[in-house]
C-alpha cells in the first residue's frame, strides 16, 4: 500500500466513525481539564466544610464557656450573698452612734458615718444626741436568710 492509499485509507476510517490523533488528545484534554475541575470543587467543598466545622467548635466552645462561667458566679454570688435584716437594741450608758455602728456595721457600708446616716434615718434622730435606755433600730446583715 503507498502512502497515497494510507492516507484515503485513514480518511475512511475517520469517516467511519473512527478517531483521529488530534480528537484523541483533545478528548483526553477535556477529561483532564473537569478531572480537575471536580478535584477543585472537592477541595472547596472540604474548605468550606473545615470553616463551618471550625465556627461550630468556637461559637459551642464559647457558648460552653460562657455557661460555666455563669453557673459558677452564680453558685458564688449565693454562697456569699447577704440579707438586710433590722433589730431593736437599747441604748447603755456610754453608748454613742459610734460605738453601735462599730459594733453592729458590716463590710456592705463604705463608712461608719454612712452606717450613722441611716440610723439616724430609720429612728428620725436630729443631732447626734442619744440617751441610755432609749431604743433604736439599727439595721445589719446576713448570710443566713431568716
Same mark, same amino acid.
Given at each position: ?7 484515503? +485509507? ?59 462561667? +455563669? ?76
Amino acid at each position: 500500500m503507498g502512502r497515497r492509499e494510507a492516507e484515503v +485509507s485513514r480518511g475512511q476510517m475517520i469517516g467511519r466513525g473512527e478517531v483521529s490523533c488530534g480528537q484523541i488528545m483533545s478528548r483526553t484534554g477535556a477529561e483532564v481539564s473537569r478531572g480537575q475541575q471536580i478535584r477543585r470543587y472537592q477541595v472547596i467543598y472540604q474548605w468550606i466544610a473545615l470553616v463551618i466545622l471550625t465556627l461550630l467548635i468556637v461559637v459551642g466552645g464559647s457558648l460552653l464557656g460562657s455557661a460555666i462561667i +455563669s453557673a459558677s458566679r452564680s453558685e458564688a454570688s449565693l454562697e456569699q450573698r447577704s440579707f438586710k435584716y433590722y433589730t431593736s437594741i437599747q441604748i447603755q450608758p456610754g453608748d454613742t452612734l459610734w460605738s453601735i455602728a462599730s459594733t453592729y456595721m458590716s463590710p456592705e457600708y463604705d463608712s461608719l458615718q454612712d452606717y450613722i446616716d441611716e440610723v439616724k434615718k430609720l429612728n428620725d434622730l436630729g443631732p447626734d444626741h442619744i440617751h441610755s435606755g432609749q431604743f433604736l433600730t439599727v439595721p445589719y446583715y446576713s448570710h443566713e436568710f431568716r
